[in-house]
């Protein structure tokens, strides 16, 4: 079985959410139970032996520094809040510059076109024993398998001539690409697979921008590189 090409690439085409909520709960928590406490001193002190007027006073001053981080930890929130509408504003009106765009994205669909080879990217976490390229139509049946046989880690190139396991020529349209390594002691090794296409259109779901990519929708997160479509030529 005759596989076009093989390259070893560098892995250069290899949301938590915030804890501000939880960090002004816990001071209201602390907060509210320092009140306590304080009432509860001073209702049970030695009337004969009260507080002095310089203890009263510093824990009337952590109380005063306990109003002030709370503070802190408020202006900070709805800063973080400010700065994620503000992010998520920019990425929305950057995504439509990406129409009429190659992209190479995280993703495992491919498109093969009516004439030519087609070349399947991967990164693999590690040197395998065994690398399989399984290489899927719309319909979900697997039309060609590439057996690799032993690579080393990293960004991987393959070129598949678009014939299925008869060498007949498959049709044009969108294939997907199931990459399957082990080593020695067949342990799976992980891999990443990537995707390019044209970008078509723009979608905008839960205020965030999912680019239309043939029949795939793709995250601006999952893009890792633009360029001019071939005619046009060149990496932006």
């Not at 070349?119 to 690799?148: P, W």
Request: glycine fraction near 10%; proline fraction near 2%.
């Amino acid at each position: 079985m005759d596989i076009a090409s093989i390259t070893n690439e560098s892995a250069a085409w290899a949301s938590q959410a915030s804890g501000v909520d939880s960090i002004q709960n816990r001071a209201q928590l602390l907060k509210d139970d320092f009140l306590k406490l304080l009432v509860v001193q001073l209702q049970n002190q030695d009337p004969l032996n009260p507080a002095s007027n310089q203890e009263f006073a510093s824990q009337l001053a952590q109380f005063s520094s306990l109003e002030q981080l709370m503070g802190m930890n408020k202006a900070l929130g709805e800063n973080l809040e400010i700065n994620g509408f503000i992010a998520s504003s920019l990425n929305n009106s950057i995504a439509t510059t990406f129409i009429g765009k190659e992209v190479h994205a995280v993703g495992n669909q491919v498109h093969l076109s009516e004439e030519g080879d087609l070349e399947i990217r991967f990164n693999q976490e590690r040197a395998s024993a065994e690398t399989l390229v399984n290489i899927y139509n719309s319909a979900g049946t697997m039309v060609r398998s590439l057996d690799l046989g032993a690579m080393p880690g990293g960004g991987v190139g393959v070129g598949w001539d678009g014939k299925d396991e008869s060498g007949e020529r498959l049709p044009e349209g969108s294939y997907y690409v199931e990459v399957l390594a082990s080593d020695y002691d067949s342990n799976r090794i992980a891999t990443v697979t990537f995707m390019m296409g044209l970008v078509t259109g723009v979608r905008y779901f839960d205020n965030r921008a999912i680019l239309l990519v043939g029949e795939e929708e793709v995250a601006l997160e999952n893009i890792i590189e633009v360029v001019l479509p071939k005619e046009n030529g060149g990496l932006i």
